[in-house]
T-cell receptor, first 115, second 114 residues
């Protein structure tokens, strides 16, 4: 079954701290795609990253980094030196290549960056 | 380049009524997906249209339907509204298959059913 679990419902950290958002997924397919999206208070989801199952290289984009580990079925997201503007709800999502073109989202992690 | 637009932004209806929501994708995008977001269920996929054809459908009752026009604009219809249909309805567009392309989301339509 296709499933995405974001166990952390809500996290609060003080500005400039590093924070990691966890994402664990379940899939039977060997080919699949993982995503992270950000939903700021304005409501519009913003695409952050897409990773396919054959590419386990970690990725860094500025203060953002992603750690993909197939062995533990995890695709964690770290924000380094957090800023108040990072406050948002973050969603991890999964799409299986063998299925129709659906994306399954996790329940999201609400991140509060305190000044 | 204009982003994804959704109209109306807010809507209040009563049980039993029906509602139509509209989504205009980014110019050149042929795929439009719809999602329902509620505090309890989170973000759930409703359906996806590509070149006027419904390509995928989520696990929602037949009261939820949609269509896509030749200019890629899409509408979503919910008939016989129930209180549980109160939600933020998000539309997203992409160039092609969702798994291979970045999705761009609109601001959503917040539907309240009284």
């Amino acid at each position: 079954a296709q499933k995405v679990t974001q166990a952390q419902t809500e996290i609060s950290v003080v500005e400039k701290e590093d924070v990691t958002l966890d994402c664990v997924y379940e899939t039977r397919d060997t080919t699949y795609y993982l995503f992270w999206y950000k939903q700021p208070p304005s409501g519009e989801l913003v695409f952050l990253i897409r990773r396919n199952s054959f590419d386990e290289q970690n990725e860094i984009s500025g203060r953002y980094s992603w750690n993909f580990q197939k062995s533990t079925s995890s695709f964690n997201f770290t924000i380094t030196a957090s800023q108040v503007v990072d406050s948002a709800v973050y969603f991890c999502a999964l799409s299986e290549a063998g299925r129709d073109d659906k994306i399954i989202f996790g329940k999201g992690t609400r991140l509060h960056i305190l000044p | 380049k204009a982003g994804v637009t959704q109209t109306p932004r807010y809507l209040i209806k009563t049980r039993g009524q029906q509602v139509t929501l509209s989504c205009s994708p980014i110019s050149g995008h042929r795929s439009v997906s719809w999602y329902q977001q509620t505090p309890g269920q989170g973000l759930q996929f409703l359906f996806e249209y590509f070149s006027e054809t419904q390509r995928n459908k989520g696990n929602f009752p037949g009261r939820f339907s949609g269509r896509q026009f030749s200019n890629s604009r899409s509408e979503m219809n919910v008939s016989t509204l129930e209180l549980g249909d109160s939600a933020l309805y998000l539309c997203a567009s992409s160039l092609g298959q969702v798994r291979h392309n970045e999705q761009f989301f609109g601001p959503g339509t917040r539907l309240t059913v009284l």
